[in-house]
């Protein structure tokens, strides 16, 4: 039998039914490429197959400014999606009763930086633990019934589409398919969008969907698809992947790119999260300061707050501070020291204690791909309280240049400089204890 046919021997063209869906959102919608396009029509599909799948991919439409179509997108996806259950708000209890099925409805959430932005991001904080532990199947909540005296478990697994202004959580954008909308060019034009008279259509669209998909969830449940990613991103792209498989024709190849290219979108707009961003810009730090073996605390906070640029100047009234640069490190086994340099104790960092942390989460580029510093950012040039600027050098107060001719804190040596004692040790040549 056919793998689009039914057990009646009706024959369904799978990949008709995506060219179909494709042609309605881009009669309504203008993506930012043919890839976005090729992603949501095969999220949507896989939406019609729930049940298959290990993992929940969530659909992340976000938008730099209002009117970018982020909204009439989320209209076309309720419109085409498995039942759609679709809100501008809600509390965690409703949303876990509204999923806590067996057969979980597909939740449609608009306007989701009223949620996750500002002020209201620690009160929702339940809702981001839900959206993340639903995106994998078996992850049930777990809460006391009083009434029963028992335990009772909530299943949280379901697809989910947000839509907003912004980046989404970064625990949510990783478990994603991320589409950046931007607003129509001069000459780009759409169909109008009306509920009442377009709907009806969507649906059909999407009972054919359901038809197709729904007589194929064993083959797509056993799915082990070839995938062009790995680890986390294979697990959300994989439901996408094994319904293009499915559907034939040029699916496979399409979803494949599609996979790649809004995959390295994420990563080229640095979808990291703030603590290896930190370990990034340490390593951008080191190299500013001229590759020491060790810095002081002070001169890393000194480059590290001097990058307009950086989240680290906005971390409070003095910018990020050694208590919190510690906070922030300690999760990888790294923390300060007290040690000495050529000019003194102070509480510093040995380069060699980021090693591991470098390697395992911000390896760096190849050495013909990398600019100097390493992630290219300019750095402003602020004395510390450990050196003085060199004379000659170019490095002027309100002035940026991407390596200084000085070295905030001079080179670890074992000659005597005036004011101390010097050392005469193997490498690393610094001496204290733990802070």
């Known amino acids: 039998m056919n793998q689009n046919t039914l057990p009646t021997g009706h024959r369904i063209d799978g990949a008709a039914i995506l060219d179909d869906l494709h042609a309605c959102l881009t009669r309504y919608v203008i993506l930012p490429s043919a890839e976005a396009v090729d992603a949501v029509v095969l999220w949507v599909a896989a939406t019609h197959a729930q049940t298959a799948w290990a993992h929940a991919p969530r659909l992340v439409i976000r938008a730099p400014e209002k009117r970018c179509g982020k909204s009439r997108l989320l209209d076309v996806v309720e419109g085409t999606c498995h039942n759609p259950l679709i809100t501008v708000n809600a509390s965690p209890a409703a949303v876990y009763r509204a999923i806590g099925t067996d057969h979980p409805p597909t939740l449609l959430v608009d306007e989701a930086d009223t949620i996750f932005g500002g002020k209201n991001a620690e009160a929702n904080e339940d809702l981001r633990g839900l959206l993340n532990a639903g995106h994998q199947r078996n992850r049930p909540a777990i809460r006391w019934d009083n009434n029963t005296h028992s335990l009772e478990k909530i299943p949280t697994f379901a697809m989910a589409a947000l839509a907003g202004i912004g980046a989404m959580p970064d625990t949510i954008e990783d478990r994603a398919v991320v589409v950046r909308m931007r607003r129509r060019a001069p000459g780009e034009t759409v169909a109008p969008?009306?509920?009442?008279?377009?709907?009806?259509?969507?649906?059909?669209?999407?009972?054919?969907?359901?038809?197709?998909?729904?007589?194929?969830?064993?083959?797509?449940?056993?799915?082990e698809p070839s995938m062009p990613v790995e680890d986390r991103a294979a697990d959300t792209w994989e439901p996408l992947v094994a319904v293009a498989d499915l559907a034939g024709s040029r699916w496979p190849q399409r979803a494949r790119l599609a996979v790649t290219t809004l995959t390295a979108?994420?990563?080229?707009?640095?979808?990291?999260?703030?603590?290896?961003?930190?370990?990034?810009?340490?390593?951008?730090?080191?190299?500013?300061?001229?590759?020491?073996?060790?810095?002081?605390?002070?001169?890393?906070?000194?480059?590290?707050?001097?990058?307009?640029?950086?989240?680290?100047?906005?971390?409070?009234?003095?910018?990020?501070?050694?208590?919190?640069?510690?906070?922030?490190?300690?999760?990888?086994?790294?923390?300060?020291?007290?040690?000495?340099?050529?000019?003194g104790q102070a509480k510093g960092y040995t380069r060699d204690a980021?090693?591991?942390?470098?390697?395992?989460?911000?390896?760096?580029?190849?050495?013909?791909?990398?600019?100097?510093?390493?992630?290219?950012?300019?750095?402003?040039?602020?004395?510390?309280?450990?050196?003085?600027?060199?004379?000659?050098?170019?490095?002027?107060?309100g002035t940026h240049q991407s390596v200084p001719a000085h070295q905030s804190v001079p080179a670890l040596s074992s000659q005597n400089h005036l004011g101390t004692h010097g050392t005469d040790t193997p490498r690393p040549r610094v001496t204290g204890r733990r802070a």
């Open 193 to 223: 969008y009306r509920h009442r008279r377009d709907s009806p259509a969507l649906r059909r669209l999407a009972e054919r969907l359901t038809e197709w998909l729904g007589a194929h969830l064993v083959d797509l449940e056993a799915a």
């Open 265 to 343: 979108e994420s990563d080229d707009a640095g979808n990291v999260s703030n603590r290896i961003r930190l370990l990034a810009d340490i390593r951008t730090a080191f190299t500013v300061l001229g590759e020491p073996g060790a810095a002081s605390t002070s001169d890393l906070l000194t480059v590290l707050n001097g990058d307009d640029e950086a989240p680290w100047s906005d971390s409070g009234p003095a910018g990020l501070t050694g208590k919190r640069l510690g906070d922030l490190l300690r999760d990888f086994g790294i923390t300060s020291t007290k040690l000495r340099f050529p000019v």
């Open 354 to 397: 980021f090693t591991d942390a470098w390697n395992r989460y911000c390896p760096a580029p190849p050495a013909e791909q990398r600019e100097t510093p390493s992630t290219g950012v300019s750095v402003p040039c602020v004395p510390s309280s450990f050196s003085q600027v060199n004379p000659g050098t170019d490095c002027l107060p």
